[in-house]
């Protein structure tokens, strides 16, 4: 991204980001984290439930975690809105991106909770192969599984819009801030001061009465 002011890691607090997403993963109940436009997480991961850590520190089934936020993300750049999948353990995970101007800014990755009705088919963006080592994994997991937070599609649904919305407005204005900011900056050091000749001065008054002088002889050469 050639416009540096574009880049997500220069636009943002990250400390006023970090609580701000802290807050927003507790009162919806996800887990989040925010990525820049490559995928590179530029924030930590706010409330990572106990399950998903367990998955994620495995090597193999870190990869299939990773291939479903890559995925999640170019769909909704694709749709330019929140896109609502289920990853490879079913878990229901949702892409945000962040659009300005239409450039692709980052995107706020939430989720990792279970569906309360199975009224709507969500696509899984990446499927795993059986495995006997994947079930032993899991079943040592299966507490935290069941403790994934349960949520209804519309609660889903909405918090999508939420977020997508909420996101790409403070991102906006931290980008309208910045490059006022640059903007005066630029004006004040292309400033120099006047040379003297150019100085308009104000024309000078006196209050003195100026009377010729009669000359009462000539002089001569």
């Known amino acids: 991204m050639s416009n540096p002011l574009f880049n997500l890691e220069n636009i943002i607090?990250?400390?006023k980001w970090h609580v701000l997403q802290d807050s927003l993963a507790l009162v919806t109940k996800m887990a989040i984290i925010t990525v820049n436009y490559k995928g590179i997480p530029v924030s930590k991961h706010s409330y990572c439930q106990?399950?998903?850590?367990g998955v994620r520190k495995d090597d193999v089934l870190s990869q299939y975690c990773q291939k479903c936020d890559a995925r999640g993300g170019l769909e909704a750049v694709r749709l330019?809105?929140?896109y609502i999948y289920q990853c490879h353990f079913n878990i229901v995970?949702?892409?945000i991106p962040i659009i300005i101007d239409n450039q692709y800014i980052g995107a706020v990755m939430a989720g990792q909770i279970r569906l309360r009705d199975s009224g709507h088919q969500l696509e899984q963006l990446v499927s795993r192969p059986p495995s006997a080592d994947t079930e032993q994994k899991f079943t040592a997991l299966e507490a935290e599984y069941a403790s994934l937070p349960v949520l209804s599609y519309e609660e889903v649904s909405t918090t999508a819009d939420m977020l997508f919305h909420l996101?790409?407005?403070v991102v906006g204005e931290a980008i309208s801030k910045n490059t006022t900011i640059q903007m005066?900056?630029?004006r004040c050091s292309g400033n120099r001061p006047h040379p003297p000749s150019t100085?308009?001065?104000p024309p000078i008054r006196s209050t003195a009465t100026f009377r010729p002088?009669?000359?009462?002889y000539l002089i001569r050469w």
């Open 13 to 15: 607090d990250l400390e």
């Open 50 to 53: 106990p399950f998903c850590q």
């Open 80 to 82: 330019n809105a929140p």
């Open 93 to 95: 995970d949702i892409a």
């Open 167 to 169: 996101c790409n407005y």
């Open 184 to 186: 005066y900056k630029k």
């Open 199 to 201: 100085l308009l001065l």
């Open 213 to 216: 002088c009669k000359a009462s």
